[in-house]
Nanobody, 113 residues
């Protein structure tokens, strides 16, 4: 069973930055982040393969950057120019494809004055 542990969420003002981290118990081909806002479905934010290929949601392109350290089984999400619409629970996931089979417990990101 793959375990994923997220960290780095919190409260930030609009225009600010946060960095999320997720450590996996083993290396998985694709790792990344989804998010779920209240009353909405979980949506893909950004994913990265072990080879460095990435997919971003249109809403975060140019503001968020996903990266990965394969030696540490860790994926990062650098979030800049945050907006109130980015407020959500962010979930780290992993799997053979971006339709993840494994999930972390989630970390809250709140963007507010």
């Amino acid at each position: 069973q793959v375990q994923l542990v997220e960290s780095g969420g919190g409260l930030v003002q609009p225009g600010g930055s946060l960095r999320l981290s997720c450590v996996g118990s083993q290396n998985i081909y694709v790792m990344g982040w989804y998010r779920q806002a209240p009353g909405k479905q979980r949506e893909l934010v950004a994913v990265v393969s072990s080879g460095g290929n990435t997919i971003y949601a249109d809403s975060v392109k140019g503001r968020f950057t996903i990266s990965r350290d394969n030696a540490k089984n860790t994926v990062y999400l650098q979030m800049d120019s945050l907006k109130s619409v980015d407020t959500a629970v962010y979930y780290c996931g992993a799997g053979v494809t971006y339709r993840f089979a494994y999930w972390g417990q989630g970390t809250q990101v709140t963007v507010s004055e």
